[in-house]
């Protein structure tokens, strides 16, 4: 079931509740790419919903000269339950021309990534009272939130691990808020970098994170393991509640989550979800940046070779729906490749990995240096 939120309201405890419900008709982008069908909502909501539910969705098909053309769909369904059509894989366009040459500059050797380590590592907030950035990551259930963070640790333990529990069914695997200091080198000091992970926004199965909650993560008020439910949002009378957060326990930077292989079956209603959550969280100062996963699974050159990720027209063409859904910039957003089934690592993925991560910490840092009272000089 499938709602869009037109209001929204403040309690006396400041919890969100939304208010009158109306069906959503913006679509993604300049074109259509999906139907949704709307549904009737009950008027027994509570007001701790989840942020969204799974319509059932139907793709449109666009005939002609198109990258992803009718007879190459065989991922879609015209109907069925929201989970089945969302776990759709992706269909491989049938011709896929390659860009002649990288739409963003990258440089794929072991120099670079030696350099990107050194710079991840040795990162330290510019805060005398915060010794490590904190960067919340929000998406949807099995975007790869958790398979990200495993990845960045495996760069630099040197091997694939699995750090971060991660899920392989629809209804993810994070339930609690949990966080990840990112190690250095064997041998070396923990990084300046610490990554957030929460419950998956909800897709009707599983009742993910209301808005009142998210906030209450990124204000720094919910301490780590904290189990979300949608029956005890999060108040001053929860376990362990910090009810005057300093600055090193708010998030500095919100990461944006979304895989590249479901963008083109994310129902509409997605787009006012990151639109109410991007307005609420901008309000607290707090700067948001995108990571577009799997994207090996939308392009088979770069499934083979990370190095032509910036070569590929439909990973491009990707980045630009992520836009939209999420109304930002794709200069905000960077693709990324997880370790997933992989044992060893591979040098043109970590390459793209510390880069997502680079990128990052340039805006947690924007952060700091609006948030820090300027030194008075003596």
């Given at each position: 079931m499938?709602?869009?939120?037109?209001?929204?309201?403040?309690?006396k405890?400041?919890?969100?509740?939304?208010?009158?419900?109306?069906?959503?008709?913006?679509?993604?982008?300049?074109?259509?790419?999906?139907?949704i069908?709307?549904?009737?909502?009950?008027?027994?909501?509570?007001?701790?919903?989840?942020?969204?539910?799974?319509?059932?969705?139907?793709?449109?098909?666009?005939?002609?000269?198109?990258?992803?053309?009718?007879?190459?769909?065989?991922?879609?369904?015209?109907?069925?339950?929201?989970?089945?059509?969302?776990?759709?894989?992706?269909?491989?366009?049938?011709?896929?021309p390659?860009?002649?040459?990288?739409?963003?500059?990258?440089?794929?050797?072991?120099?670079?990534?030696?350099?990107?380590?050194?710079?991840?590592?040795?990162?330290?907030?510019?805060?005398?009272?915060?010794?490590?950035?904190?960067?919340?990551?929000?998406?949807?259930?099995?975007?790869?939130?958790?398979?990200?963070?495993?990845?960045?640790?495996?760069?630099?333990?040197?091997?694939?691990?699995?750090r971060?529990?991660?899920?392989?069914?629809?209804?993810g695997?994070?339930?609690?808020?949990?966080?990840?200091?990112?190690?250095?080198?064997k041998?070396?000091?923990?990084?300046g970098?610490?990554l957030?992970?929460?419950?998956?926004?909800?897709?009707?199965?599983?009742?993910?994170?209301?808005?009142?909650?998210?906030?209450?993560?990124?204000?720094?008020?919910?301490?780590?393991?904290?189990?979300?439910?949608?029956?005890?949002?999060?108040?001053?009378?929860?376990?362990?509640y910090?009810?005057?957060?300093?600055?090193?326990?708010?998030?500095?930077?919100?990461?944006?989550?979304?895989?590249?292989?479901?963008?083109?079956?994310?129902?509409?209603?997605?787009?006012?979800?990151f639109?109410?959550l991007?307005?609420?969280i901008?309000?607290?100062?707090?700067?948001?940046?995108?990571?577009?996963?799997?994207?090996?699974?939308?392009?088979?050159?770069?499934?083979?070779?990370?190095?032509?990720v910036?070569?590929?027209?439909?990973?491009?063409?990707?980045?630009?729906?992520?836009?939209?859904l999420?109304?930002?910039?794709?200069?905000?957003?960077?693709?990324?490749?997880?370790?997933?089934?992989?044992?060893?690592?591979?040098?043109n993925?970590?390459?793209?990995?510390?880069?997502?991560?680079?990128?990052?910490?340039?805006?947690a840092?924007?952060?700091?240096?609006?948030?820090?009272?300027?030194?008075?000089?003596?």
């Amino acid at each position: 079931m499938f709602t869009a939120f037109s209001g929204m309201q403040k309690d006396k405890k400041t919890r969100y509740t939304f208010g009158s419900q109306t069906a959503l008709t913006t679509a993604v982008g300049d074109k259509a790419d999906l139907n949704i069908v709307p549904v009737t909502v009950s008027s027994a909501e509570t007001t701790n919903k989840p942020l969204f539910s799974l319509p059932v969705v139907r793709p449109k098909v666009d005939q002609g000269d198109t990258e992803i053309s009718a007879s190459a769909q065989p991922g879609f369904a015209t109907g069925g339950s929201s989970t089945e059509t969302w776990n759709k894989p992706f269909p491989f366009s049938a011709i896929q021309p390659k860009l002649e040459s990288q739409w963003r500059e990258v440089e794929w050797t072991e120099e670079k990534k030696t350099s990107l380590m050194k710079t991840v590592s040795s990162y330290r907030p510019n805060c005398e009272e915060v010794t490590q950035a904190r960067v919340l990551l929000l998406g949807p259930i099995s975007s790869g939130k958790s398979s990200f963070i495993s990845s960045v640790q495996s760069v630099f333990s040197g091997r694939v691990t699995n750090r971060a529990m991660v899920g392989s069914s629809s209804t993810g695997f994070t339930k609690k808020l949990q966080s990840f200091n990112i190690r250095g080198q064997k041998g070396e000091d923990p990084t300046g970098l610490v990554l957030c992970d929460i419950m998956g926004l909800g897709d009707g199965d599983w009742t993910g994170p209301n808005l009142h909650d998210i906030l209450s993560v990124i204000k720094g008020h919910v301490p780590v393991g904290h189990k979300f439910s949608p029956d005890q949002p999060v108040s001053s009378d929860t376990m362990g509640y910090v009810k005057r957060p300093s600055l090193k326990d708010k998030i500095h930077c919100v990461a944006f989550v979304v895989d590249a292989s479901k963008i083109l079956n994310y129902p509409k209603g997605l787009t006012t979800t990151f639109q109410q959550l991007r307005e609420h969280i901008s309000d607290l100062g707090v700067h948001q940046v995108a990571l577009l996963t799997h994207i090996d699974k939308v392009s088979p050159e770069t499934a083979k070779d990370t190095s032509k990720v910036y070569k590929s027209r439909t990973v491009q063409d990707m980045m630009s729906k992520a836009g939209a859904l999420l109304g930002m910039s794709t200069s905000y957003i960077v693709p990324v490749k997880n370790y997933s089934s992989e044992l060893d690592l591979d040098m043109n993925t970590d390459v793209l990995l510390l880069s997502a991560v680079d990128h990052i910490l340039q805006y947690a840092d924007l952060y700091f240096q609006d948030n820090t009272p300027p030194k008075i000089m003596l």
